[in-house]
């Protein structure tokens, strides 16, 4: 057998691994057509989706926002999910206050139950979040995003999960099988004296 037979069965171990596609698993992340696909619940007396006209004047960009109340609201989706997969959340925040009052807000997120995000007492503008390692054990699983501000508005744009790896058993057992070959094939070569 070649010296480099085992390390091509290990690299072809590893590329025979099935990809999956990277897609969007939220439906309107963008809130470009309002509320479609969306729940609300909480507190949704303060929540709508309409414009942010607090970047380029041209660029007019439907958002979400949950305006001054007192308890938080929640907006989510039900998404299909793999059990034991990994995932990345990506997503837009604005926080605005009141130039005279104390900030008074408070926003999570929350996947498969576990918080994941939480802000507490903060104002800032347009904010990109990136958030890795969410799990989940279902085929099923709740996104939820909670907002609370008393004091002004909060605003929620650009959702997007994503799955970035996956359980995958069989390259596992072709990854282990190609080296218990070549540490096989190892313990065979000829020893020298």
Not at 171 to 191: D, E, H, N
Request: charged share 10%; aromatic share 12%.
């Amino acid at each position: 057998m070649p010296k480099f037979a085992p390390a091509l069965l290990c690299a072809a171990a590893l590329v025979s691994a099935p990809a999956f596609a990277v897609t969007n698993l939220v439906q309107n992340g963008g809130f470009e057509s309002g509320f479609d696909h969306w729940i609300s619940s909480g507190d949704p007396a303060g929540q709508y989706v309409g414009h942010d006209y607090t970047g380029d004047p041209d660029l007019i960009n439907n958002v979400f926002t949950e305006t001054a109340y007192a308890d938080l609201g929640f907006i989510g989706q039900q998404l299909d999910t793999t059990a034991g997969a990994r995932y990345i959340l990506q997503f837009d925040l604005q926080i605005q206050g009141d130039a005279n009052l104390a900030p008074d807000t408070h926003s999570v997120v929350t996947f498969n139950g576990t918080y994941y995000f939480g802000q507490t007492d903060l104002v800032h503008g347009w904010t990109h979040y990136t958030l890795t390692g969410l799990t989940t054990n279902s085929s099923s699983t709740w996104l939820q995003f909670g907002n609370r501000n008393y004091a002004d508005y909060t605003q929620l744009d650009n959702v997007s999960l994503v799955m970035s790896s996956i359980p995958e058993p069989s390259s596992a057992l072709m990854l282990a099988l190609g080296l218990g070959l070549l540490g096989f094939v190892r313990s065979k070569r000829a020893r020298p004296f």
